[in-house]
C-alpha cells in the first residue's frame, strides 16, 4: 500500500506545467505571462497581413495605382499569449 502512494505522490511532484497553461503548473513552476499586442493595421504587406488571418486580418485591395497603394491590412487589433512554465 506505502508503495502505491509512494508512485501517486511522485507523478505529482515531477509534473510541470503540463500542456503549457498555468492551471496545470504546480508549486515549483512560476508562470511567466508574456502577453503580445498587435493591430492588423501594423502589417503593410500581403504577406504579413496574410500570416495574421487567424486573428481576423485580410488583405484588402484598393485600385488606384501600382504597387499597393490603397491597399491594407484590416481586421482590428488581438492579443497572442505566449506565456510559460
Known amino acids: 500500500?506505502?508503495?502505491?502512494?509512494?508512485?501517486?505522490?511522485?507523478?505529482?511532484?515531477?509534473?510541470?506545467?503540463?500542456?503549457?497553461?498555468?492551471?496545470?503548473?504546480?508549486?515549483?513552476?512560476?508562470?511567466?505571462?508574456?502577453?503580445?499586442?498587435l493591430s492588423c493595421n501594423d502589417f503593410g504587406g500581403s504577406t504579413s497581413c496574410e500570416n495574421y488571418a487567424e486573428y481576423g486580418c485580410s488583405w484588402e485591395f484598393s485600385w488606384g495605382g501600382w504597387q499597393n497603394y490603397g491597399s491594407s491590412c484590416v481586421g482590428g487589433s488581438f492579443q497572442i499569449d505566449n506565456g510559460y512554465c
Open 1 to 37: 500500500m506505502k508503495f502505491i502512494y509512494l508512485i501517486i505522490f511522485s507523478s505529482f511532484v515531477y509534473s510541470q506545467c503540463a500542456d503549457n497553461d498555468q492551471l496545470n503548473c504546480n508549486a515549483n513552476c512560476e508562470w511567466i505571462s508574456d502577453l503580445q499586442n
